[in-house]
DNA sequence: CTAAAACTTAACCACAAAGTTAACTATCGG
DNA sequence: CCGATAGTTAACTTTGTGGTTAAGTTTTAG
């Protein structure tokens, strides 16, 4: 089931491509904060806080609290778990990319060419 | 310094928040791929693939190899390592926000209630 | 009761993202 | 040389994002 991880990277990576969201989520990752309390750290109003709010709640990425009138706000770090497994499917290979492509270049072109030789000046 | 890695994060997060890219990531990440290829696999035009090459190169995530009239491009994995990194460090805590927030809350009550005690049915 | 704090909601605006069509360059196959 | 393939570029449209101001609700403090 591919359909609803994808729908949840969807959200998670959206919701992080924005500094001002990154930053909320590693302060939530420190301790809990009011949403005015984030305003202001941010320089932003509270309409504009509510919305990057509103974006990582969706996410599902932070947990809320209210208590009396104001709402407490943490990270919800097991949102960042399966993003986490997601770039680990592509740690394996680690490095050697250019290699890879050169690799199967020369390949393509041994097939029309019969010639595996490199054309390049980088060889020496 | 964290000024360039932030720069480098948000290219790679704006990047990897479009399915069409994540899915050209994943195909990139097992082999090489012409940008024609691509484009019928993804069933997008070539002018709206092109685009989408274009911020993932922006982001440095791929590399490219011309070959003739075609381009060959394949993933570069080096770029997801500073992403990863950034996810690990949230890691440490992985789990129990949800209680981490309900103790800070408990917490401030307490210091204008004098009272720790749960409200809530959670402990019986 | 009233004022202020802590949100929330709605309406609006500027700008960027993601696609389109059309026109252009460059390379290969015959 | 000629047509087709691969890719790029430009101009345009539509939709989404991130901010604003203004007005509303709920809760606390005096």
Do not use: C
Request: negative net charge; charged residues 25%; hydrophobic residues 35%.
């Amino acid at each position: 089931m591919q359909g609803a991880d994808a729908d949840d990277l969807d959200g998670v990576l959206a919701a992080l491509a924005n500094r001002h969201r990154r930053a909320i989520v590693y302060q939530l990752g420190l301790q809990p904060y009011s949403i005015a309390h984030l305003a202001k750290m941010r320089g932003l109003s509270l309409p504009a806080i509510h919305k990057h709010i509103a974006v990582l709640e969706n996410a599902n990425m932070i947990l809320r609290r209210k208590t009396g009138r104001t709402n407490y706000l943490i990270l919800n770090r097991e949102s960042l778990h399966e993003l986490q497994e997601w770039i680990t499917q592509f740690t394996p290979g680690w490095g050697s990319d250019e290699q890879t492509l050169e690799n199967y270049v020369a390949f393509l072109d041994g097939n029309s060419n019969q010639n595996s030789e490199n054309e390049t000046e980088e060889k020496g």
